[in-house]
């Protein structure tokens, strides 16, 4: 299967504080990007569709000044966590998927823990 | 929107047995179907996935079926092994690329010796 990066895979900040965590696909073309967040023994939920060279689609309830997502080039997307609180603590995960393909590949995850 | 739902959230199996877990969807236009397994702390992980023009489809120890009438699919593993211990997602979407996928609420799969 494609090959999809993401990190840091753990990351501790300051309350306040932002926080950037990258996505990048390896051997492929990623078209459509998405960004999950996943609360412990818990389910993904989607926080939004990242699409390359457009403005993301955030899922209702989700924060788009505060969750900023950029998918500047076919193989990158990035997701910044901005003035960070300790109710963001969360596992977020990027998935992606080429042009026409409905599988989507995972990231290895980013443990963020603010405190 | 497209829901899924997924039965049961915990299952628990002797090394050996087989197990079953169960998705419904509601969207009639969600034609792609995948399965992940996700270990504690680690990514999700396609295990198989089926399409709307089949109706069962095999890979070793992993089956999954799918009934578009009754818009639900189930995977089966047999023979499981303590290392099948995971949480198994299933999810639908229409498919195409870039159309978000709709996860299932999660079975925790419990293998035990």
């Known amino acids: 299967g494609a090959v999809v990066s993401q990190h840091p895979s753990r990351v501790i900040c300051k309350s306040g504080t932002s926080v950037k965590i990258e996505c990048r696909s390896l051997?492929?073309?990623?078209?459509?990007m998405f960004w999950y967040r996943q609360f412990p023994k818990q389910s993904l939920m989607l926080m939004a569709t990242s699409n390359e060279g457009s403005k993301a689609t955030y899922e209702q309830g989700v924060e788009k000044d505060k969750f900023l997502i950029n998918h500047a080039s076919l193989t990158l997307s990035t997701l910044t966590v901005t003035s960070a609180h300790p109710e963001d603590s969360s596992f977020y995960i990027c998935?992606?998927?080429?042009?026409?393909?409905?599988?989507?590949?995972f990231g290895q995850g980013t443990r963020l823990t603010v405190v | 929107g497209e829901n899924v739902e997924q039965h049961p959230s915990t299952l628990s199996v002797q090394e050996g047995d087989s197990a079953v877990i169960k998705c419904t969807y509601s969207d009639s236009a969600s034609n792609y179907f995948p399965w992940y397994k996700q270990e504690l702390g680690k990514r999700p992980q396609l295990i198989i996935d089926?399409?709307?023009?089949?109706g069962e489809k095999k890979d070793q120890r992993i089956a999954v079926t799918l009934n578009k009438t009754a818009k639900h699919f189930s995977l089966h593993i047999t023979e499981t092994q303590p290392e099948d211990s995971a949480v198994y997602f299933c999810?639908?979407?229409?498919?195409?690329?870039?159309?978000?996928?709709?996860f299932g609420t999660g079975t925790q799969l419990k293998v035990e010796l």
């Open positions: 998935s992606a998927s080429g042009q026409g393909k409905a599988e989507a590949f």
């Open positions: 089926i399409r709307s023009n089949v």
């Open positions: 999810a639908a979407t229409m498919g195409g690329g870039g159309n978000k996928l709709t």
């Open positions: 051997d492929f073309q990623a078209t459509t």
